[in-house]
């Protein structure tokens, strides 16, 4: 049974049920056997418990133990979700002790439990929410039937040969006789003979040789084992997949032949006794340049053949990524679907998927940044000419040079194995005054130091480009990695290479970035930052009178135990202080609150924060969890603006209510909803719109960050909510750097038209001025504007008639003395 899709990328916003065991078996039917362990893993829908996916199989691993066995039943049951696009899940423990670690009440004693322990809570943060729930044992009784099940059937025991019935490890079909069985020879997983057929068909297309189907499993099918199951075309296939494994990816050389497209090793080729660059294809025999890649280029040397601008004949070719077919481009599309149904991108060869590949999505965002980069710097200068010298920019971006610490660091010798922290700093050039400072964990397995001083870098760029800062400096106390930003040394390993691209794009975002060397002492706040990181996390036992706790978020480091509060989902500890305000500011911000750890998405829940909340917190946290379950498009609130009231459209239409009548929950107010006012009584929708009648809330406002809905009293249009919140009346945008959008404008044309003003005032003012016997200086600040214009129009009314008649007996009746 598939998933109900309910969300347009294909998510679930259900919840559902995950149920898991796993067992391992202490005594068998054959000392030669040993130590069986299986698993048993269910997920049901939490409407009507019915089974979305239920799965069974056998935990290969020597010594497994029965905390082992769980962890990976759940790790297993947990990935299946992620799978699925299952959002919210609960999951169902009938074990105390693994229930206590996953809740980070006890911390795990064995090295390979710890590192489960990690993997768990890794999957989990993929969940908007994963619950953890205690239950007894009979309500896990199937899940624990699927895991014996496994271990059963894993046992070798003498059966009467008329009465031999197995069951498939792939479809679960239990009534397969035993002669329509495959078995794998390397592990002894046996599946029947159909599931086999289309599992191998299924593989070879993919590009890969076939392996054992059964959960976790690696080991490689056998072509002669497997003839019997395989037509012509595949064995064919299978052939020519053994020879690919064989050659490295880097290695391989495909014929420039487009009918041929033979595999070949390139190494073998180099040395191969055929002088110069000119080989042959041993399928078709045709001759090729290994230099050019194109075919043998006669009379033409590989320089004189790239100088004389011939391309090469397959350019119109492109091979599948899925089943290695080769495509010619008949029109001139960039999207190509293959006969094996994968599709991609004709121009760089990418899976097609979300409506693009890889390089599309690039190239249209860079469009985007490109454009929306261009109207900022436009509006920029537009408004600092309007503005006086020295006053910073409106909208934030810095020309001053910042400095750029960061540190990520590594410890081996933890209780709960390898744990990464990262501290970041931002400083002033001119002064060195911090101007942002951060530190957290890095939440990866396996991660190297390198990897964590990238990881810092990476998250100091990011934010440095954010602040809209334009030059910086980095500073390095690490030669290795200085090298490699630099460009001086190559990446020996695929993750560096990725983290030094990303470090290299956002450096290109800056005006100037400077690498500079220097020793550590100069970095030494960094190294503390993420040094208080790594201690936060690790948890020491300590004796319980003295067990002194660091907050996550003001990093006090001197906190009671009893006055901590640990996040259920992911075990971060922060002080009640701290957890009281960042619930309070959630809360006013319009959201569910979640854990304050960076980069954290875990999301707390009511009733273990309710001795932290206050009445009316408490009720914004259920109004805010109603908010979150309605859809944005589906909101519909009462149109009683002292009411407010939060309803779903979608339920007011399906309501038994006839016609667009409706009545409020809270307020028991009748409305329309369709005019979305209140019951317009003894007019019809139509009427009511066409007549003059305007909404009674026309007069109030609704806050975007809290939805309350707020009346002007005064006539000014900056309006603060109860909530912080600070915006427009008039358009609802939020007022920042001095106004809305459509206030700055008016300011702007209230400028220009100053200035407009101004400069008539000078001009006209020079005019009289030289039409005038006397001598008046506009800049005179002992006259007020208002006096000069009034001592210019006099004269001007009792000016000489002409030039000519200057000198004559008329004169001005102002004197120098009068002005």
């Known amino acids: 049974m598939a998933p109900k899709p ?132 009979n309500q ?64 070879l297309n993919k590009g890969g040789v076939p392996r054992c189907p059964h959960d976790g499993c690696t080991s490689n099918l056998n072509l002669i084992a497997c003839t019997h199951l395989l037509t012509p075309k595949q064995r064919e296939m299978w052939k ?34 055929e002088d110069g660059v000119r080989k042959h294809c041993f399928k078709c025999w045709k001759p090729f340049c290994v230099n050019c890649k194109v075919p043998w280029h006669s009379n033409l040397s590989c320089k004189e053949y790239k100088r004389s601008g ?13 089943c290695q077919h080769m495509i010619k481009l008949s029109k001139k599309l960039t999207t190509v679907t293959c006969r094996c149904g994968y599709k991609f991108c004709y121009a760089c060869g990418a899976q097609w998927k979300h409506g693009g590949c890889s ?8 469009l985007m940044d490109a454009a929306i980069a261009f109207i900022e710097e436009g509006v920029r200068v537009q408004e600092d000419a309007q503005k006086p010298a020295g006053e910073p920019s409106l909208y934030g971006s810095s020309s001053d040079s910042h400095n750029l610490y960061f540190k990520g660091l590594i410890s081996f010798q933890t209780t709960t194995g390898l744990l990464a922290g990262f501290g970041v700093a931002i400083c002033r050039e001119e002064d060195d005054s911090f101007l942002f400072k951060n530190k957290g964990s890095l939440n990866y397995s396996g991660i190297t130091d390198l990897e964590a001083e990238l990881m810092a870098l990476k998250l100091g760029l990011a934010k440095a480009v954010s602040m809209r800062i334009n030059h910086i400096s980095i500073y390095f106390d690490d030669p290795e990695i200085f090298e490699l930003v630099m460009g001086r040394s190559v990446p020996k390993h695929e993750k560096i290479a990725m983290l030094i691209d990303d470090v290299q794009r956002i450096r290109q975002q800056f005006s100037s970035s400077i690498p500079i060397l220097v020793a550590r002492n100069q970095t030494e706040f960094v190294y503390k930052l993420a040094k208080e990181t790594i201690v936060s996390n690790n948890s020491i036992p300590m004796p319980r009178g003295s067990q002194k706790k660091t907050c996550g978020n003001c990093f006090h480091d001197d906190v ?116 979305k006012v209140l019951w317009h009584s003894n007019l019809s929708c139509k009427e009511y719109k066409s007549s003059v009648q305007k909404p009674t809330t026309t007069v109030w406002r609704q806050c975007r960050s809290c939805q309350h809905m707020i009346k002007l009293s005064g006539k000014c249009i900056n309006v603060t909510c109860r909530c912080g919140y600070r915006f427009c009346y008039a358009c609802g945008a939020q007022w920042k750097f001095g106004g809305c959008s459509h206030h700055r404008q008016a300011v702007m044309e209230l400028v220009v038209g100053l200035v407009l003003i101004f400069l008539v005032f000078i001009v006209t003012s020079a005019f009289l001025a030289s039409e005038l016997p006397i001598t008046l200086d506009p800049f005179n600040t002992n006259i007020s504007p208002w006096g000069k214009w009034e001592i210019l129009i006099e004269g001007w009314n009792h000016r000489p008639p002409s030039l000519e008649t200057r000198n004559s007996d008329m004169r001005c009746p102002l004197s120098q003395s009068d002005l």
Not at 145 to 156: D, G
Not at 167 to 189: P, Q, W, Y
Not at 241 to 270: G, Q
């Open 6 to 137: 309910i969300s347009p990328d294909g998510s679930s916003s259900d919840s559902y049920s995950l149920y898991f065991k796993g067992l391992i078996s202490l005594i068998s039917l054959k000392p030669t056997t040993g130590l069986l362990a299986g698993f048993g893993v269910a997920i049901c829908r939490e409407e009507d418990d019915s089974i979305l996916f239920k799965n069974k199989g056998s935990l290969n691993y020597s010594g497994i133990t029965g905390w082992e066995a769980e962890l990976m039943a759940l790790k297993l049951g947990l990935a299946k979700a992620v799978s699925l696009r299952i959002n919210h899940i609960s999951i169902y423990f009938d074990d105390p002790e693994i229930f206590e670690l996953v809740m980070g009440r006890s911390v795990p004693k064995d090295e390979k439990i710890a590192l489960l322990m990690d993997d768990v809570q890794r999957i989990r943060q993929q969940f908007i929410s994963s619950i953890p729930i205690l239950v007894a044992r």
């Open 140 to 203: 896990t009784e199937f899940v624990h039937k699927l895991a014996k099940e496994t271990i059963v059937s894993r046992l070798i025991g003498p059966m009467p040969r008329t009465a031999q019935k197995k069951t498939c490890g792939n479809c679960f079909d239990d009534v397969i006789k035993g002669e329509k069985m495959f078995s794998v020879a390397l592990c002894r997983h046996q599946f029947c003979v159909d599931c086999m057929k289309q599992h191998i068909e299924v593989s």
């Open 240 to 273: 020519q997949r053994i020879k690919e494994e064989s050659i490295t990816v880097y290695d391989r050389f495909h014929c420039p032949n487009p009918k041929c497209w033979a595999l070949m090793s390139k190494t073998e080729l180099i040395k191969s006794t």
């Open 310 to 322: 011939q391309k090469p004949t397959t350019t119109v070719w492109r091979q599948c990524r899925s």
């Open 359 to 366: 390089h599309h999505h690039q190239a249209v965002m860079d």
């Open 560 to 675: 009671d135990g009893e006055k901590m509060f640990s996040v259920a989902l992911c075990s971060h500890q922060f002080c009640v202080e701290c957890m009281k305000q960042d619930i309070e500011v959630s809360l006013n911000e319009g959201g569910v609150p979640r854990c304050p750890h960076y980069g954290c998405t875990s999301i707390l829940t009511l009733k273990s924060c309710a001795h932290l909340l206050t009445p009316k917190l408490k009720e914004m946290w259920e109004h805010r969890i109603k908010e979150e379950s309605i859809p944005v498009c589906d909101r519909f609130h009462c149109p009683n603006p002292r009411c407010w009231a939060l309803m779903s459209k979608t339920e007011l239409v399906e309501s038994t209510e006839d016609g667009v009548r409706r009545h409020c929950f809270k307020c028991r107010k009748h409305f329309c909803i369709t005019c």
